[in-house]
């Protein structure tokens, strides 16, 4: 192997992302100046591209995965293991393979957590604005969850606002309210019933506020407001958009960030 | 129909069912076949759902494929003693591979980057098993090399000269010497 005097342990070190910031620094370097070594990266780089591709198409068969979930559903240590190799059809018969099936996904589904199957059954019960409530709740709680609340980390919001437009083609009203103590933290990309939609999220005291902007086309939110296991939600529109906040605040103090987000809106449509 | 399914069990799928993908790539990386690599596996989830109270947390995805590890190499040991290589032998085997092959030629990326799928697993399948398992570890299941170490219960230089001598092999294996070429 040429790699032009760099060490060979090094350089696999280098294409598997284990170097730290230091050695990642000196690689490039000696990459850019040694053309065997960026040739030997390059052979190394499409053999792993080679590799990755015939391992996405390396899936378990069905039929092995549906086996191993039946073994996860025998009743007790007792019963028969699920023999090694079951023809395929008639030992369980039609109807029992999929119903084994279905009930392996609802105990992983039940092992991931009890919030995500409450949330399944109300989401097939609600109906319209208030559906559209719900779901955003459960948007900002999960962004809460999640590592962090947002994709984008900013407090400007000319940072904020490009990113939608870049990533989502959408471009929202990102306001400026630290007049008001309220200071832009970042945005997110949501997707609410299947349309890509920019979330802005924003801080009042220890409170996060996620303002989500939908199509008004699709979701024709009159103004309303809503609240979902101890979270408010309120609605209103303006323009394209049909806009959403969410928070834990209380009540009246998500109604004051929305009449503040409004005219900090109006003024800055009048100002462009 | 209500059934009561007992706690291991349930344990068992939510550490298991999830890496399905992970230790079949593993199992066909190391048998070569598709029979045998579900039988491996079958095996692999047997011995979970036996061993699942010495599950302790930590990796499910590491835990797991070390089993499927063992369950691969007593399968193997079964159907082809001859072709298991033990650790402590890969040395021999590199050398013997080294012996095997000049010094590396020039080849294009884009010739190594359309390898398709049967030249990939026959360049794979020609590697003694410890350079074999270490590509599968690493490419196939993307596991670091702590990971690989531990899983392998190797130290981590030997994880990396493994995987340097086995890429080198690789890519000697997918792209021939060009004609006229003479070893330096």
């Known amino acids: 192997m040429n790699t032009g005097g760099f060490d060979d342990q090094l350089l696999q070190a280098a294409l598997d992302g284990e170097l730290d910031a230091r050695g990642t620094l000196d690689f490039e370097r000696a990459r850019a100046a040694n053309p065997a070594l960026a040739a030997e990266y390059e052979r190394l780089a499409a053999l792993r591209g080679a590799l990755r591709n015939r391992a996405e198409n390396l899936r378990a068969p069905e039929s092995l995965r549906e086996k191993i979930a039946a073994m996860a559903m025998a009743e007790n240590e007792s019963a028969p293991a699920v023999p090694l190799s079951p023809p395929r059809s008639n030992v369980l018969g039609f109807g029992a393979r999929p119903r084994m099936v279905l009930a392996a996904s609802l105990l992983c589904a039940a092992a991931l957590g009890g919030v995500a199957t409450s949330v399944i059954s109300r989401q097939a019960t609600r109906q319209g604005p208030d559906r559209i409530a719900m779901l955003l709740v459960d948007d900002h709680r999960r962004a809460l969850l999640a590592a962090s609340p947002i994709d984008v980390e900013s407090s400007d919001r000319h940072t904020v606002k490009p990113w939608f437009d870049a990533r989502l083609a959408l471009s929202p009203n990102v306001v400026d309210l630290s007049a008001k103590g309220v200071t832009l933290v970042g945005g997110r990309a949501e997707v609410v019933d299947g349309a890509p939609a920019p979330a802005m999220v924003?801080?009042?005291?220890?409170?996060?506020?996620?303002?989500?902007?939908?199509?008004?086309?699709?979701?024709?939110?009159?103004?309303?407001?809503?609240?979902?296991?101890?979270?408010?939600?309120?609605?209103?529109?303006?323009?394209?958009?049909?806009?959403?906040?969410?928070?834990?605040?209380?009540?009246?103090?998500?109604?004051?960030?929305?009449?503040?987000?409004?005219?900090?809106?109006?003024?800055?449509e009048a100002s462009r | 129909m209500a059934r009561l399914i007992d706690p291991s069990r349930q344990l068992?799928?939510?550490?298991?069912?999830?890496?399905?993908?992970?230790?079949?790539?593993?199992?066909?990386?190391?048998?070569?076949?598709?029979?045998?690599?579900?039988?491996?596996?079958?095996?692999?989830?047997?011995?979970?759902?036996?061993?699942?109270?010495?599950?302790?947390?930590?990796?499910?995805?590491?835990?797991?494929?070390?089993?499927?590890?063992?369950?691969?190499?007593?399968?193997?040991?079964?159907?082809?003693?001859?072709?298991?290589?033990?650790?402590?032998?890969?040395?021999?085997?590199?050398?013997?591979?080294?012996?095997?092959?000049?010094?590396?030629?020039?080849?294009?990326?884009?010739?190594?980057?359309?390898?398709?799928?049967?030249?990939?697993?026959?360049?794979?399948?020609?590697?003694?098993?410890?350079?074999?398992?270490?590509?599968?570890?690493?490419?196939?299941?993307?596991?670091?090399?702590?990971?690989?170490?531990?899983?392998?219960?190797?130290?981590?230089?030997?994880?990396?000269?493994?995987?340097?001598?086995?890429?080198?092999?690789?890519?000697?294996?997918?792209?021939?010497?060009?004609?006229?070429?003479?070893?330096?």
């Open chain 1, 202 to 268: 924003y801080r009042e005291r220890e409170h996060l506020i996620s303002v989500t902007a939908l199509p008004a086309a699709r979701f024709d939110a009159l103004a309303s407001t809503d609240s979902v296991n101890g979270y408010n939600a309120i609605a209103w529109r303006d323009g394209a958009f049909a806009y959403w906040a969410v928070s834990d605040l209380p009540r009246a103090d998500l109604e004051t960030f929305v009449a503040d987000f409004k005219t900090a809106e109006a003024a800055g």
């Open chain 2, 12 to 184: 068992f799928a939510s550490v298991v069912l999830p890496h399905l993908d992970s230790a079949y790539r593993l199992a066909r990386g190391l048998a070569g076949g598709a029979a045998d690599a579900e039988d491996i596996v079958q095996d692999a989830c047997l011995r979970a759902l036996k061993g699942i109270d010495g599950y302790a947390g930590g990796s499910a995805r590491a835990w797991f494929l070390t089993i499927t590890r063992n369950a691969a190499f007593t399968h193997l040991a079964r159907k082809r003693p001859s072709s298991v290589l033990l650790a402590s032998n890969s040395e021999e085997a590199e050398l013997a591979m080294e012996a095997a092959a000049d010094d590396a030629p020039d080849a294009e990326a884009g010739l190594i980057a359309q390898a398709d799928a049967a030249t990939l697993d026959a360049a794979l399948d020609g590697l003694p098993p410890p350079f074999r398992e270490i590509i599968v570890l690493r490419e196939y299941n993307d596991l670091s090399y702590r990971e690989i170490a531990d899983i392998t219960k190797t130290p981590i230089g030997t994880v990396m000269s493994r995987l340097a001598r086995a890429r080198a092999l690789l890519l000697r294996a997918l792209a021939p010497e060009p004609l006229g070429r003479t070893a330096p």
